[in-house]
């Protein structure tokens, strides 16, 4: 499915009455009587929970139940035979992801509580960083993301405060891995109005700028638009580079598509996101890909092509959508961009972590697909995408309360599991 790349300019004046909204909450709206999409290109592909747990390959259906009056032709395959296994690495105190740095063989485990803790030689060491004071595990807040500086010598740190508030940090690394607590840097402090949809992701690009996932603030249903307004960082995606620069504690990369639009927040790099917890740069191909949890009925994938600018200016439609069906009525519609994979609440799940493009070798068959898992199902699933365009999706194992599906230094694929489980994919 091909995805235009639009301008802020074309679709900033479809969303621009968003911006003088009265703010209220609203119920959500997931009525059949809704109006046809009207996206940039054509709805997704949809993958009903029902269609999901067939044990038929190839079993094609029809799917009936979404809003936007159109109908799609959907494709499942749970079998017969699995292809992976999930390899214990240890269990640790409510892990949320995993990281790695350049030359070090460690796998830094992200503990919620407020600890990094690195592996090393199948065993946990000492933590390298412990921030408990300022931040405790509580629902959606806590200690959420790592990513570490190319080379190494910088990491990247995603927590809730004491307060309840966002805070992006920058720690020196010391050559044994340890975080050098006197380094510490404020990067962004971000106010939340709840203690939900905090997001929590943060990862080095292909360009070598700093992009961070941040949900709509919380509540439900956006209940005050915040995802479509570029005057608030929340309910976007963000970029930017960590170095100091314009009496700012980072810069702001000059090709970022709002630098130059009047009461715009020049860190934005994409809107309308609801709570993009887990997001990830292809190896191969630099397209960016995220999971966004969705409302009441529907999980989506999100896939930017790079090729078509990795995401820039691009409006992936909450809350005007949710995934590919209408919700709020009095948000503007129109210049959305179609997530590349839907699915229903049901069996298959009801909260979607994330996860990667697989670019290792042990599973050959899962090469180039996008593997991701569930929280309230524990389904890891695979997504095959060729031309931009879905292709089907197979269930490959489950791992209970899933954080985040990972990829190593080599491409290999681990699992997180909120319940304690760190496992390494492995064929099966």
Same mark, same amino acid.
């Given at each position: 499915?091909?995805? #235009?790349?639009?301008?802020?300019?074309?679709?900033?004046?479809?969303?621009?009455?968003?911006?003088?909204?009265?703010?209220?909450?609203?119920?959500?709206?997931?009525?059949?009587?809704?109006?046809?999409?009207?996206?940039?290109?054509? *709805?997704?592909?949809?993958?009903?929970?029902?269609?999901?747990?067939?044990?038929?390959?190839?079993?094609?259906?029809?799917?009936?139940?979404?809003?936007?009056?159109?109908?799609?032709?959907?494709?499942?395959?749970?079998?017969?035979?699995?292809?992976?296994?999930?390899?214990?690495?240890?269990?640790?105190?409510?892990?949320?992801?995993?990281?790695?740095?350049?030359?070090?063989?460690?796998?830094?485990?992200?503990?919620?509580?407020?600890?990094?803790?690195?592996?090393?030689?199948?065993?946990?060491?000492?933590?390298?960083?412990? $921030?408990?004071?300022?931040?405790?595990?509580?629902?959606?807040?806590?200690?959420?993301?790592?990513?570490?500086?190319?080379?190494?010598?910088?990491?990247?740190?995603?927590?809730?405060?004491?307060?309840?508030?966002?805070?992006?940090?920058?720690?020196?690394?010391?050559?044994?891995?340890?975080?050098?607590?006197?380094?510490?840097?404020?990067?962004?402090?971000?106010?939340?109005?709840?203690?939900?949809?905090?997001?929590?992701?943060?990862?080095?690009?292909?360009?070598?700028?700093?992009?961070?996932?941040?949900?709509?603030?919380?509540?439900?249903?956006?209940?005050?638009?915040?995802?479509?307004?570029?005057?608030?960082?929340?309910?976007? $995606?963000?970029?930017?580079?960590?170095?100091?620069?314009?009496?700012?504690?980072?810069?702001?990369?000059?090709?970022?598509?709002?630098?130059?639009?009047?009461?715009? #927040? *020049?860190?934005?790099?994409?809107?309308?996101?609801?709570?993009?917890?887990?997001?990830?740069?292809?190896?191969?191909?630099?397209?960016?890909?995220?999971?966004?949890?969705?409302?009441?009925?529907?999980?989506?994938?999100?896939?930017?092509?790079?090729?078509?600018?990795?995401? #820039?200016?691009?409006?992936?439609?909450?809350?005007?959508?949710?995934?590919?069906?209408?919700?709020?009525?009095?948000?503007?519609?129109?210049?959305?961009?179609?997530?590349?994979?839907?699915?229903?609440?049901?069996?298959?799940?009801?909260? $979607?972590?994330?996860?990667?493009?697989?670019?290792?070798?042990?599973?050959?068959?899962?090469?180039?697909?996008?593997?991701?898992?569930?929280?309230?199902?524990? $389904?890891?699933?695979?997504?095959?995408?060729?031309?931009?365009?879905?292709? #089907?999706?197979?269930?490959?194992?489950?791992?209970?309360?899933?954080?985040?599906?990972?990829?190593?230094?080599?491409?290999?694929?681990?699992?997180?599991?909120?319940?304690?489980?760190?496992?390494?994919?492995?064929?099966?």
């Amino acid at each position: 499915m091909n995805r #235009r790349h639009h301008s802020p300019v074309t679709w900033f004046a479809a969303i621009g009455s968003v911006l003088a909204i009265t703010m209220a909450a609203c119920t959500s709206d997931n009525s059949s009587s809704g109006p046809a999409a009207t996206f940039a290109t054509t *709805p997704a592909t949809t993958l009903a929970s029902a269609d999901t747990t067939s044990n038929t390959t190839s079993n094609t259906t029809t799917d009936t139940t979404t809003d936007t009056e159109t109908a799609f032709t959907v494709t499942s395959d749970s079998g017969p035979d699995p292809l992976i296994a999930l390899q214990d690495l240890g269990t640790f105190d409510q892990p949320v992801d995993v990281a790695w740095r350049s030359g070090d063989e460690a796998m830094y485990v992200v503990q919620q509580d407020g600890l990094i803790v690195p592996v090393r030689n199948g065993a946990p060491d000492s933590a390298a960083l412990d $921030i408990t004071a300022v931040t405790s595990a509580d629902g959606e807040r806590g200690l959420l993301g790592l990513t570490f500086s190319p080379n190494g010598s910088l990491a990247y740190i995603d927590y809730t405060d004491n307060d309840g508030n966002t805070v992006i940090a920058e720690y020196g690394v010391n050559t044994d891995g340890s975080f050098d607590a006197g380094t510490q840097r404020v990067l962004l402090a971000i106010e939340q109005p709840y203690a939900n949809h905090n997001g929590g992701n943060v990862t080095i690009g292909p360009d070598g700028y700093l992009y961070i996932g941040m949900g709509d603030g919380g509540a439900a249903n956006d209940p005050e638009r915040r995802a479509l307004d570029v005057s608030s960082l929340l309910g976007k $995606i963000l970029r930017i580079d960590p170095a100091p620069g314009d009496g700012r504690d980072y810069s702001i990369p000059p090709d970022n598509p709002f630098v130059d639009v009047p009461g715009a #927040r *020049p860190e934005i790099w994409a809107v309308g996101v609801r709570n993009p917890w887990r997001m990830s740069f292809d190896s191969a191909t630099g397209d960016l890909w995220f999971g966004d949890v969705g409302q009441d009925v529907w999980e989506e994938v999100d896939a930017a092509w790079a090729d078509e600018g990795s995401g #820039r200016g691009l409006n992936f439609g909450w809350s005007a959508w949710e995934a590919t069906h209408r919700l709020n009525e009095d948000v503007a519609p129109g210049g959305a961009t179609p997530p590349i994979f839907e699915y229903q609440h049901g069996d298959l799940g009801c909260s $979607i972590s994330g996860g990667v493009v697989y670019r290792g070798s042990a599973i050959p068959a899962l090469t180039g697909w996008y593997v991701f898992n569930d929280y309230c199902s524990g $389904i890891i699933t695979g997504v095959e995408v060729r031309d931009k365009a879905f292709q #089907r999706s197979l269930q490959l194992g489950n791992h209970p309360n899933g954080a985040a599906v990972r990829a190593g230094p080599d491409g290999e694929l681990y699992s997180v599991s909120l319940g304690g489980q760190v496992a390494k994919v492995v064929p099966a």
